[in-house]
């Protein structure tokens, strides 16, 4: 199908809202709209970090997720107590795949749970006593651990818990940071939130730790990677390149990371952030105090990563930047291979995005060097800040949804017909379901990693895979059947 023009983009989202009352259509009329590449600031288009609309499915997530899920939970030789009911913590176990060297239950602990399981009586009497407990068990069974945060979850705020003092004084008995996170799910409008309130946490109890320790030898290379949670080893993979142009890799920002990277990124000369959404907070608080400058780069296919590695290099002397050259040109025969074996299979393709973090618009290059054309995409939880970023990379006339409901997507989809969606878990099955190939892009399907050259070739495998599957062919969707009668049964008439 050919792309839609403005005009018939504009149609689109009209006929869609249609369906909602007044009142709901005003809203939701202010959260979709059509990409104008002249545009300076995407507020000028669209409206973002607004409460869901009450009564339609959103695919948000909590400031719990954002603080334990995103932020904290990869840190790997810390313990991260869900301090609230056991399904939180649960379902925030292991999901995301950040890996991790070490091992676990030793001296590392990403994915395992610990959880104050609250019950009624804790939300009647109060969790501060069971929650002082927990870390005096802590430090007894896992004597290894390197520090504790405290995660909040929902009735923590609702019952006040006196999370902070309780964390002062574990970190006076058991010598070692204690760290509480106000992250109670109900706070703001999604898990965003809960990033800025992590790194808040990080910012007052965290950094300071080594303030005025000068015993950290330094180079002038020194570099922390912010804001790569290590998703099927991406984190690694973006290291290397680092590491080859030169570079000193001082701290993972989450991924793989450990609380003494942590009190050490003060020291770098340069952050470089990856997912802007999550860790713009903390990097500008760096910037700020400790006069750290930092950047934004792309490591998903090979123009936006050689665009970064020359962006990075800059920033540093002609030995760097050399390297950057030569880190490029390495890889250039792999890369290349890559492209020309996957690009016949892919050109032309279209594809529609719906995730968090970076990947609406950071991914669009990995997708544009395959041939492929990214037709609409959007943000679980953006600001107008990444909007502003995303305008400039998609084409005009493209559809841009954020927050966007269930059967806003659908509808959507049904009318671009997409030849590949990449959205999340809730969003799996039903698209699945309609006869759409569809790839899981919130921990890359369990693949990856994504990031990197090494990661391009294994992006590039995947999107094959989906998309030209032949089971495809076998999906028999009602709505493109001529058999009315196979419908009605299947629809109980």
């Known amino acids: 199908m050919a792309a839609l023009t403005k005009e018939e983009t504009e149609a689109l989202i009209q006929e869609v809202l249609e369906i909602y009352p007044e009142q709901a259509r005003k809203d939701r009329a202010k959260h979709l709209a059509v990409n104008d590449q002249s545009l300076e600031k995407s507020n000028k288009c669209i409206t973002s970090n607004r409460k869901s609309q009450p009564g339609v499915m959103t695919i948000r997530g909590c400031a719990y997720a954002g603080s334990k899920g995103v932020v904290w939970g990869p840190i790997k030789d810390m313990i991260h107590i869900s301090h609230g009911p056991v399904g939180c913590g649960q379902y925030s176990r292991a999901g995301r795949r950040n890996y991790y060297v070490g091992t676990t239950g030793i001296n590392t602990f990403g994915t395992m749970n610990f959880t104050s399981d609250f019950t009624e009586k804790d939300i009647v009497f109060g969790g501060d006593k069971k929650l002082a407990k927990i870390m005096t068990e802590i430090e007894q069974l896992f004597p290894l651990n390197k520090g504790i945060s405290i995660q909040s979850e929902c009735p923590i705020g609702l019952i006040g818990d006196d999370i902070e003092a309780v964390a002062k004084k574990a970190n006076k008995e058991i010598g070692k940071p204690v760290v509480p996170v106000r992250c109670e799910g109900f706070r703001g409008v999604s898990q965003s939130l809960g990033h800025h309130i992590a790194n808040d946490a990080i910012r007052d109890w965290v950094l300071e730790n080594r303030d005025g320790d000068e015993s950290f030898p330094t180079t002038p290379y020194d570099v922390a990677v912010i804001g790569d949670y290590n998703i099927g080893g991406d984190a690694w993979a973006s290291r290397t390149l680092l590491e080859e142009m030169g570079l000193r890799v001082v701290a993972q920002w989450s991924g793989d990371g450990t609380i003494a990277e942590m009190e050490k990124t003060p020291k770098v000369k340069l952050n470089l952030i990856h997912c802007y959404r999550s860790m713009n907070y903390i990097a500008r608080h760096m910037e700020e105090k400790y006069k750290i400058p930092w950047i934004e780069y792309n490591f998903f296919g090979p123009t936006k990563i050689a665009e ?8 540093f002397d002609e030995t760097i930047q050399a390297g950057a050259e030569k880190v490029i040109a390495k890889y250039q025969a792999e890369y290349d291979a890559v492209i020309a074996k996957y690009k016949p299979r892919l050109q032309g393709k279209r594809v529609m995005l719906y995730v968090g973090g970076l990947r609406p618009r950071h991914v669009i290059g990995a997708y544009e060097d395959l041939g492929m054309e990214v037709v609409g995409t959007g943000y679980e939880f953006g600001h107008n800040d990444d909007y502003d970023r995303t305008i400039k990379e998609m084409g005009n006339a493209t559809l841009i949804y954020d927050d966007v409901t269930g059967y806003e997507f659908e509808e959507f989809v049904k009318r671009v017909q997409p030849d590949l969606i990449g959205s999340g878990i809730k969003e799996k099955y039903i698209f699945q379901k309609m006869g759409i190939p569809f790839r899981q892009m919130h921990s ?30 076998q999906v028999k969707v009602p709505w493109k059947t001529d058999d009315t009668s196979k419908v009605a049964v299947a629809a109980g008439a």
């Open 308 to 315: 970064s590695l020359r962006k990075i290099a800059a920033l």
């Open 444 to 473: 890359w399907d369990y693949s990856g990693p994504y990031h990197g050259y090494d990661g391009f070739a294994i992006f590039a495998r995947d999107m094959d895979m989906t998309l030209n599957n032949p089971c495809w062919k």
